[in-house]
């Protein structure tokens, strides 16, 4: 490539730009044929859309989402302990995104409409400050991959109050690309793997998953610039058929990430097995608190009673955000697409979350192609 090396890659420039979809153009040529990219953040979808990219690929190569969206991957029964805790008079305190998710009964926003005293925060830390300033039971509903559990985990090993707790529904990343990896209908060709995660994880965490199932994979950041880098050094891989691991985002990430984070990560949570809504029951893939932490698990300090709902509404029934999530279909081909789902009155979590692809692809005008 003549221009627009790692190194020269500044944030927005045209003719970079250029460069890079020429790039793209020629390396399509040689390889001359079909390849699939998942990418695996919900931000990713965000700059593809908002900036358009999808009309600068070469034909043949398909770029879609997957299982990138923590609050889309959030199970219904999880946002129903929530909403429990919620209606038991605990101050329920989570982030933004979460508070019209459905669970199988209601969500945290019909609880609060009912009475119910539910907070939105920024992080961690500020539901800590919001229980150090009553004598009220706070619970943080936790949600969000490696990014937002190291916070959380730092927040727990801080010594918090001793009426605070967390109803984890942390998820990690890397088991849910190895689950997506072998469903037998879901053609991956490569992953452009999330950068938010990998700063705390750092790119090397991603050698295991290529070496055991030769799928090239690279580490992208979140400035077009970025993506359509990424994108290169995977269909750089793809055309020497080689499956190969690169990070494209290296102004971020290392290799080894943010080893304190790590640190405090692994001190405060393991991982077990657990629903990521309507993807799969994954092993390894949910953060759950470890012993040393019970008295901060609302879990072990509640005797949580949802009212999980046995009967399925019938337009959840036709939803088919978990397909969409798992790279088998996109957005438009949902029968609720823009007319019973909206992110008004959202059916399935991929239509609330300003991460789901469901509400960028509204958002943007449809399938964002232009």
């Known amino acids: ?11 927005r420039d045209p003719e970079k ?31 593809i859309a908002k900036f358009g990219l999808r009309s600068v690929l070469p034909d043949g190569l398909s770029v879609r989402m997957g299982p990138g969206c923590p609050v889309c991957v959030t199970d219904m029964p999880e946002v129903d302990e929530a909403v429990a805790l919620a209606e038991d008079g605990k101050i329920v305190t989570t982030y933004g995104d979460m508070l019209k998710v459905p669970g199988t009964a209601k969500s945290l926003a019909d609880a609060r409409d009912e009475g119910a005293d539910v907070r939105v925060v920024y ?3 500020e539901a800590a400050e919001i ?19 190291a916070p959380t985990a730092a927040v727990l090993a801080d010594d918090p109050p001793a009426n605070f707790s967390i109803l984890s529904a942390h998820k990690y990343v890397p088991p849910a690309m190895e ?16 950068g938010h995660a990998a700063v705390i994880t750092g790119s090397g965490i991603f050698e295991e998953f290529v070496d055991e199932y030769e799928i090239p994979t690279v580490v992208g950041g979140f400035e077009p610039l970025d993506i359509l880098l990424g994108l290169v050094k995977i269909l750089e891989f793809v055309r020497d058929d080689e499956a190969g691991l690169a990070n494209a985002y290296p102004r971020c990430v290392t290799e080894d990430g943010n080893v304190p984070a790590k640190e405090a990560l692994w001190e405060v949570f393991e991982t077990t097995r657990g629903e990521w809504r309507g993807i799969a029951e994954i092993p390894d893939a949910d953060l759950a608190l470890r012993d040393e932490y019970a008295q901060y698990d609302a879990r072990e300090i509640f005797d949580i009673d ?17 397909d969409i999530m798992a790279g088998k279909a996109d ?10 789902c909206t992110p008004e009155n959202p059916v399935g979590a991929s239509m609330v979350s300003s991460e789901g692809t469901c509400k960028i692809w509204l958002e943007y ?3 964002p192609d232009l």
């Open 1 to 11: 490539m003549a221009a627009s090396t790692d190194r020269d890659l500044q944030f």
């Open 17 to 47: 730009a250029e460069q890079l979809s020429d790039r793209l153009e020629e390396l399509m040529a040689e390889i001359d044929g079909r390849v699939d990219v998942m990418h695996v953040c919900g931000s990713h979808e965000q700059a």
């Open 123 to 125: 992080s961690a830390s």
């Open 131 to 149: 229980a150090a300033e009553t004598d009220e039971d706070v619970v943080f509903f936790a949600t969000g991959f490696e990014t937002t559990a």
């Open 179 to 194: 689950v997506v990896a072998e469903m037998p209908d879901t053609n991956v060709d490569a992953f452009l793997a999330a």
């Open 306 to 322: 949802a009212a999980y709902e046995d009967e399925q509404d019938p337009l959840t029934a036709k939803c088919i955000s978990g």
């Open 331 to 340: 957005p438009d081909e949902c029968e609720l697409y823009g007319e019973e």
């Open 365 to 367: 005008g449809g399938h």
